[in-house]
């Protein structure tokens, strides 16, 4: 199991903003250690509030753009979690390690928390790194992954949400600005391509940590029932999403479920209060969702860009 406890929990009173100045040196030292830091207790106003505190910290927040998943606006800088079926899991990730550009701080409020399940369980990208066979874990890092992602047709996000725009042009621009490959078919539908890594390095830790999410993109993610119909209907080729090697070559099942096994050997759960705020650092600490029943809201704010594109 994990050695560090996760999250840091620290518990205080009065408005959320107060805790920024009374306990930084707290938050920052937890956030290099552990990398998760849950702060309880604190009354939390509004949505703005938990932007404002977010906001703090110096960086401005980041868009969510090139989603995988579906999010709303709440206001600037504040998203929606991912909008997934409350019956379904969503398995540990850390946010956008499917691109070469991703933030280094991620912050959840748990405006409702569910009656029943919604657990945020979380795990030390580090010691998921460590866990993995040396083996395994070399042939994802010598050869990268290549995400291949095909958008709309009822099957995915159409791209006009996925880049926040309905210009071509636009969307042509970002890609190259970002190192992915495109390719608009026939029926006007995008296809896209990117090469990106398997492991990274903390750029102030220096740590390795395993940041991906080839167990969340390959085809055996899937259901078997579901992974079948849609290769009968579709294809390969046509898949939402699917991933590779880096050279193109296909990823064994058996290599990521190796991969689930120990994602599940590492997790910790972790349950809401309503009012929690939880503080991340997302290349050390992965992050997911258990199902739940009843009303349950969760706001994102995202901020401090990094990523392979920029260190470029």
Request: hydrophobic share 40%; proline share 6%; with cysteine.
């Amino acid at each position: 199991m994990t050695a560090l406890a996760l999250p840091v929990l620290l518990q205080g009173d009065g408005p959320l903003i107060r805790a920024k100045d009374a306990r930084d040196s707290e938050i920052r030292d937890a956030l290099g250690a552990v990398g998760a830091v849950l702060l309880r207790g604190y009354t939390v106003e509004s949505v703005e509030a938990f932007r404002a505190f977010a906001a703090a910290f110096g960086h401005p927040l980041l868009s969510y753009e090139f989603g995988s998943t579906p999010r709303s606006k709440v206001e600037s800088g504040v998203y929606s979690s991912t909008e997934y079926p409350a019956h379904r899991e969503i398995p540990l990730h850390n946010e956008q390690s499917y691109t070469r550009d991703w933030p280094l701080r991620i912050w959840f409020h748990c405006v409702t928390a569910s009656p029943e399940g919604g657990a945020t369980p979380l795990a030390d990208s580090r010691a998921i790194y460590r866990a993995l066979d040396p083996d395994l874990r070399d042939r994802f890092a010598r050869n990268g992954l290549r995400y291949v992602r095909n958008f709309g047709n009822g099957l995915d996000l159409p791209w006009t949400k996925v880049f926040n725009t309905e210009d071509r042009s636009a969307v042509e621009s970002y890609c190259r600005d970002h190192a992915i490959d495109f390719t608009w078919k026939e029926d006007g539908e995008l296809r896209t391509s990117q090469l990106c890594q398997a492991v990274a390095k903390h750029p102030r830790t220096g740590e390795d940590v395993w940041f991906n999410q080839a167990h969340l993109f390959h085809v055996s993610a899937l259901d078997a029932v579901e992974r079948e119909v849609l290769l009968d209907t579709v294809g390969e080729d046509e898949l939402p999403r699917n991933v590779y090697f880096g050279d193109g070559s296909p990823i064994p099942d058996a290599e990521l479920d190796a991969v689930r096994a120990v994602l599940d050997a590492e997790k910790v759960s972790f349950p809401w209060q309503a009012g929690d705020v939880l503080m991340l650092d997302n290349m050390l600490i992965m992050h997911g969702r258990e199902p739940y029943a009843g009303p349950r809201k969760v706001v994102v704010a995202m901020a401090e860009a990094h990523g392979m594109s920029r260190a470029a």
